[in-house]
């Protein structure tokens, strides 16, 4: 199992175009069979006032070879992220994680209230 987490700096003129882009993809993610859980932050970039940074959490049934020869190659990704790439502030970023054995814990009511948003 993986944990993917990407940022992205948006300029906060384009945050509106990147969430409708992100939008369907966010939709082709969470429905392939190993994505196991996609979640979306945001915030301001706390050095500079014009950029808004998003954080993707993603959980994958899967180790980090698979995902970059398999899932990172799928078509709905291409056009998005070059329209990400005109109205970034920076590159993006992406780390893979690996969970620490014993250092997980979710309570049934995050769990539930988490889910009752999607």
Known sequence: MIFLQVEIYIFNQHTATFLEAAKPVWESVTNEPRCLSFEMFQ??????ANVTVFRLV????ADEE???TVQAQKDYYKSYFEL???ISAKPVAFTF???LDGWCSAKK????????KT
């Not at 915030?43 to 500079?48: K, L, N, V, Y």
Request: proline fraction near 4%; charged fraction near 35%; avoid cysteine.
């Open 43 to 48: 915030t301001a970039d706390p050095s500079d």
């Open 58 to 61: 993603e959980v994958w049934d």
């Open 66 to 68: 698979w995902f970059m």
């Open 84 to 86: 990400v790439k005109q």
């Open 97 to 99: 994680w690996k969970r």
């Open 109 to 116: 009511e995050w769990t539930d209230k988490l889910l009752s």
